[in-house]
């Protein structure tokens, strides 16, 4: 997969980018806080996308390509995410349609930034609702405000918690963990059947 640096205001992030011949949309997915575009959902994610002719972007976030591994605050990663979109929508992305997402902290982001985006969809990997045993510090707004509809695929005992469906949104419960990493199948075949409806 060809990789280019693009410039943010908060350094440069790194896109891993695989352009399929003739696709008709793009899928642009973010990494959790402490990991980074190589965790086994986001490999399987990339690979539905692509079995259904989307271009497939992997985004690492410019904290990480600094080889820090605590996350930079909300906002600048907000700001490295929309700014890597823009750059890759007058080039690699011009005139396709547009799918946002990533696991955990990069499921945050693409909610947040929905809009700014352009995103038409977004798709949530492991949504980290809350922290553990803390129901009470819920992100359930983040989801809420996305316009567009929303795949969440979430392990069955996140200890981060379980997003409920909304009217623009299906939540899919697969077995495991945040990890994501004890049914892949099953998450294949999620994302393989919500990215069909697409076209």
């Known amino acids: 997969m060809p990789v280019v640096d693009v410039d943010t205001p908060h350094g440069p992030a790194r896109v891993h980018l695989n352009k399929v011949r003739g696709a008709g949309g793009a899928v642009v997915l973010g990494h959790g806080a402490g990991g980074g ?50 750059e890759l929508r007058k080039g690699a992305l011009r005139r396709l349609l547009l799918v946002t997402g990533g696991r955990s902290s990069g499921a945050r982001v693409a909610c947040r930034t929905a809009a700014a985006t352009g995103a038409s969809r977004v798709l949530c990997l492991a949504f ?26 979430q392990g069955e005992s996140d200890p981060f918690g379980m997003p409920p469906p909304g009217p623009n949104r299906k939540v899919i419960p697969i077995a495991g ?8 199948e099953a998450m294949r075949t999620a994302i393989s059947e919500w990215l069909a409806e697409v076209r």
């Open 128 to 153: 980290p609702l809350h922290p553990p045993g803390r129901p009470e510090k819920s992100r359930q707004d983040e989801l809420d405000q996305v316009a567009v509809p929303v795949l969440v695929v």
């Open 37 to 86: 575009v190589n965790s086994r959902d986001l490999t399987a994610a990339a690979e539905a996308a692509e079995a259904e002719r989307f271009t497939v972007a992997l985004v690492e976030q410019p904290y990480r390509v600094a080889g820090r591994r605590s996350p930079a605050p909300a906002a600048q990663l907000d700001a490295a995410w929309t700014a890597v979109i823009a």
């Open 177 to 184: 963990n945040h990890s994501l990493r004890s049914d892949v």
